[in-house]
Every structure is written in structure tokens, then in C-alpha cells.
């Protein structure tokens, strides 16, 4: 593993599990050449989670992510402010997925074949 992915960012580490959760939704609109704009993360997150989420809850996320350098909006857009990744907000994903692949899970034994 490079340095470059040993550590994510600190920002990282200030972010809530709903705010990762936001930029992983970002990176996959992205992927999927979709717009990253509230709406659609809304949706994207609700049909993850087991309960509704609520849109002021996803503005004030998104609003924080700005805030720390982690996504930046286009405010020239006419209707739909879509998102994008910053510098660190693509470093922070990509340490904590090499970090994640790191971990080698086909060799932990699962909770319930430990406790027999």
C-alpha cells in the first residue's frame, strides 16, 4: 500500500457515516454519468436505508461537505445544483477503499461459526 492511500485525509475522519454515505453517492452519480444533485442522492440513499431520509437532513450534509473541502457545487447550474468531488473528498474515498480491500475479508470467520 502507498503512502498516498496508508491515511484518508482528516476530513475524513470529522465525517458522520450519513456524510461518507453522501460521497459515496456523489462518486456513483459520477460513475454512472447521472447528476449529483439532492434529489437524486436522496433517492439514492433512501433506497439503502431501512428508513426515509430526510431532504433538510441531505442539504445540511451536503452543505457541510462543501464546507470541508470535501465537494464543491456548481452554482451556475439553472435548476438542479449537482455536486462533485474535490481533491480530498476523491482521496478520501480512495485511501479508505484501498484500506477496505486491505483487509483481506475472505479469511475473518464469520460471527456465527465463532460463537458455536
Known amino acids: 500500500m502507498t503512502d498516498e492511500y496508508s491515511r484518508p ?3 475524513w475522519y470529522d465525517c458522520s457515516g450519513f456524510q461518507r454515505d ?3 453517492g456523489v462518486a456513483t452519480h459520477h460513475r454512472l454519468e447521472e447528476s449529483p444533485y439532492g434529489v437524486a442522492l436522496q433517492e439514492w440513499l433512501d433506497a439503502r436505508y431501512p428508513h426515509d431520509v430526510v431532504r433538510s437532513r441531505v ?3 451536503l452543505g457541510e461537505l462543501v464546507d470541508a473541502d470535501l465537494l464543491t457545487r456548481d452554482p451556475n ?3 438542479r ?3 462533485r468531488l474535490t481533491d480530498a473528498g476523491r482521496q478520501c474515498l480512495a485511501a ?3 484500506f477496505v480491500d486491505a483487509l483481506d475479508l475472505s479469511v475473518l470467520e464469520p460471527a456465527a461459526a465463532r460463537d458455536q
Do not use: E, M, V, W
Request: aromatic share 16%; charged share 0%.
Open 9 to 11: 485525509p482528516t476530513q
Open 22 to 24: 453522501l460521497l459515496l
Open 59 to 61: 442539504y445540511h450534509n
Open 77 to 79: 447550474s439553472a435548476y
Open 81 to 83: 445544483t449537482p455536486y
Open 96 to 98: 479508505h477503499g484501498h
